[in-house]
């Protein structure tokens, strides 16, 4: 079914992408500006339906705004490009706070469980909400070498959980797929718990060590950040990620004047 829906998006007479979106795009999300045009094309029609099909609310005080929607909306649909998949089938609401927010979290210590508020960034629920913050998704898209973005981190999250779980192990199509990502995935994430058990550094951050599915969300924002660092130092893994993806993102280069724009950035931080 879905790889009729992308035949379908590819091929029907789109609308148009309003220029003022554009604009707010390049702008607030230059890593598309390293896009081929084929692949931002696919983008646009991409993002059309996602703000045609998700629902979008402010918290906190929060004013929603079409550059906040546009933003988001882009930068989750980077990770669909090239993969025949509906766009995020069952997410229906993209919640969004000025800032870092509050929220319950309960975990398990042995027979008791503990609840406790801690602050948050960003969350991917199973029940069709993603929750984020608007100043992370900014300084996300403002350093795109960082490997931290807070939209890429919660959709990856959503994929992972299209099969029903939210485990680490998005839905892939064949048994030799599922064993090559159970047997590069399943190393790297016990060598990164060994690591941070140990007191040792590591490349990938150390929150995917937290479980398989963080692991996932924690690669992915790599793999598309910080491409090239991931394949020289974990090329199987860079590999499986493309694989997913359907994409390399070590190919893509920034034109001069996003990269000019973003060095400039990173001074003034």
């Excluded at 979290?105 to 909400?129: A, K, N, P």
């Excluded at 690591?195 to 937290?210: E, L, P, W």
Aim: glycine share 6%; aromatic share 10%.
């Amino acid at each position: 079914m879905f790889h009729l829906f992308k035949r379908w998006l590819r091929e029907r007479d789109p609308k148009p992408f309003p220029p003022e979106w554009n604009a707010i795009v390049e702008k607030n999300v230059p890593m598309v500006t390293a896009l081929p045009p084929e692949d931002r094309a696919e983008l646009d029609k991409l993002v059309m339906t996602f703000l045609d099909e998700k629902n979008f609310e402010g918290a906190g005080g929060f004013e929603m705004t079409e550059e906040v929607k546009i933003t988001i909306a882009a930068q989750a649909c980077i990770l669909l490009i090239h993969r025949d998949t509906d766009v995020y089938p069952d997410l229906e609401t993209v919640i969004v706070y000025p800032s870092a927010y509050t929220a319950k979290s309960t975990r398990r210590e042995g027979y008791v469980v503990v609840e406790e508020q801690v602050d948050r960034l960003g969350e991917s629920w199973d029940r069709g909400v993603i929750v984020l913050a608007w100043d992370s998704v900014r300084s996300g898209t403002t350093n795109m070498k960082d490997g931290h973005n807070v939209v890429i981190h919660e959709f990856a999250h959503q994929l992972d959980a299209e099969d029903g779980d939210m485990d680490g192990a998005p839905e892939l199509d064949t048994r030799a797929r599922y064993a090559t990502w159970a047997s590069v995935l399943g190393e790297e994430f016990s060598e990164l718990v060994e690591k941070v058990h140990a007191g040792r550094g590591s490349d990938i951050d150390q929150y995917g060590a937290t479980n398989p599915a963080e692991f996932f969300a924690v690669i992915t924002e790599m793999f598309f950040e910080k491409p090239t660092q991931l394949r020289m130092k974990h090329p199987e893994l860079y590999e499986t990620l493309s694989d997913f993806y359907k994409q390399d993102p070590e190919k893509l280069v920034l034109p001069p004047k996003a990269e000019k724009k973003k060095s400039r950035k990173q001074k003034e931080d």
